[in-house]
């Protein structure tokens, strides 16, 4: 189904900043087979929307984050931002020229459906949510913009879990989406990314108060196994070699926000949205969403990677020299470090940042 033949009469309304619009899609047939009915997705958007609505730029988040790109925290809001300052007035996505959009993830909870909404039996879904996969998160958002009147995009960019999301926007819906940056992610899960990702569903799973994911109600829930513990750490381990990010290091007296020591070294995390160790995460949440990153892996005989893959470049950065192949269908498609916010959205304009649609 394409986006048009979504498009209800009259369209929602965009949210503007700080304003999350709760947008129902009706219900959704996953890969599975597992039906969700009564979903809502979270939307939020930066910038005025084109009176073509051509001008889209859409963001996915990376697994721990959500709609909130930029903005304080807030009521509605219980983190910051996890990207400011790439979206405002003559920042990287420029809302002079851009309206910004950006989803919570299917599956992700705060304000989208997932583990803790309630279920047909006026109970949390908990452990009975089906799990998902990066299609099923598409087909989430295509459905969410369609409510909303879009029918393209300008660009899809994402990092980590997001950067696969951007990949699928790309392969299942090519002519829709004029350019897509994909961050920090292939197009197969290596056998390292499961292994580290198994590592944290089983932290996740053994604590006591995992309760089997239904802790719902009972006043605890599986802090100990994510947040500053094992689930915590396996997170690190991708970005301390060259399996994962760049690590960047400073000398311990030398001033600047403390970050978790490693020796006598802080260590400052890759530079990608939405993998801060300091959010507040949910164990639930996390279970549910560690298992779409290992099941993304686009068919190779679709034909949407091969349009995709016209327009791919290499981004420079600390890892210049090697090349990360996406799959055959991609062989220039490559991916390194990234050393500001800008850059790829300067060359994902051809150059001008902030270019104009």
């Not at 750490?233 to 000398?251: E, M």
Request: net charge positive.
């Amino acid at each position: 189904m394409t986006i048009e033949q979504q498009l209800p009469v009259p369209h929602i309304a965009l949210p503007q900043g700080d304003e999350i619009a709760y947008v129902p899609i009706g219900s959704i047939t996953l890969e599975s087979g597992a039906v969700i009915d009564d979903v809502t997705i979270a939307v939020q958007s930066w910038g005025e929307l084109s009176p073509r609505r051509d001008n889209v730029v859409f963001v996915c988040h990376a697994l721990t984050a959500d709609s909130h790109v930029v903005g304080p925290a807030g009521p509605d809001h219980i983190t910051g931002g996890w990207w400011e300052g790439i979206i405002g007035p003559g920042a990287a996505i420029d809302t002079d020229h851009w309206c910004a959009v950006a989803t919570n993830v299917l599956g992700g909870c705060r304000g989208t459906t997932g583990p803790t909404s309630l279920a047909r039996d006026g109970k949390p879904w908990g452990s009975r949510f089906p799990e998902v996969s990066v299609r099923d998160q598409v087909n989430a958002d295509v459905a969410a913009l369609a409510q909303l009147g879009i029918t393209e995009v300008a660009a899809v960019v994402g990092g980590s879990m997001g950067g696969a999301r951007a990949l699928e926007w790309a392969v299942m819906h090519p002519d829709a989406v004029r350019a897509a940056l994909v961050l920090a992610v292939g197009a197969r899960a290596t056998g390292d990314q499961i292994g580290t990702q198994s590592t944290q569903i089983a932290a996740i799973q053994t604590d006591p108060d995992w309760q089997g994911g239904d802790y719902h109600g009972s006043g605890r829930s599986a802090r100990e196994g994510t947040e500053s513990g094992p689930a915590d750490r396996a997170s690190d381990l991708p970005r301390r070699g060259r399996i994962g990010h760049p690590v960047r290091q400073r000398p311990a007296g030398r001033p600047g926000r403390p970050r978790r020591p490693l020796g006598g070294w802080p260590i400052r995390g890759a530079e990608l949205p939405g993998t801060s160790g300091q959010q507040v995460r949910s164990a639930l949440r996390r279970g549910q969403l560690r298992h779409p990153d290992r099941v993304a892996q686009p068919p190779r005989r679709r034909s949407g990677p091969r349009r995709c893959g016209e327009g791919a470049t290499r981004l420079p950065g600390p890892c210049r020299g090697r090349r990360y192949h996406l799959r055959p269908a991609l062989p220039a498609a490559t991916a390194g470090g990234i050393s500001g916010p800008a850059a790829w959205l300067y060359r994902l304009a051809g150059g001008r940042v902030g270019a104009r649609p």
